[in-house]
């Protein structure tokens, strides 16, 4: 029961930004762990980015630390991926994803997933 809608995806050259939203609007965001997956055709969907409940804990993949932040605003009930310095390898379908949790901790597994937003970064 829990919907998720991405949006903020476009296309962008190399070098260039883009910001990604994530909006809940069945459920408050204060209650889920979130995250940004991405996906590019052919290949596996890997975790981009984690934040907590609460926004105290984020990861973040090598490939995109540094580069990339995530943060939430729960009184919006809304998510975002601010990303820099986008790279062509960038370029996938972003799907945010998010779990209930308890505590203000980094999860592991997500049961719940938005539709994506595709970014394309060109060269």
């Known amino acids: 029961q829990v919907q998720l809608v991405e949006s903020g995806g476009g296309l962008v050259q190399a070098g260039g930004s883009l910001r990604l939203s994530c909006a809940s609007s069945?459920?408050?965001?204060?209650?889920?762990?979130m995250a940004w997956f991405r996906q590019a055709p052919g290949k596996e969907r890997d975790l981009a980015a984690a934040?907590?409940?609460?926004?105290?804990?984020?990861y973040y993949a090598d490939s995109v630390k540094g580069r990339f932040t995530i943060s939430r605003d729960n009184a919006k009930n809304t998510m975002y991926l601010q990303m820099n310095s986008l790279k062509p390898e960038d370029t996938a379908v972003y799907y945010c994803?998010?779990?209930?949790?308890?505590?203000?901790?980094?999860?592991?597994?997500?049961?719940?997933w938005g539709q994506g937003t595709q970014v394309t970064v060109s060269s």
């Open positions: 934040i907590s409940k609460n926004g105290g804990t984020t």
């Open positions: 069945t459920f408050p965001l204060n209650l889920l762990n």
């Open positions: 994803a998010a779990q209930f949790t308890l505590s203000d901790q980094i999860v592991s597994e997500y049961r719940h």
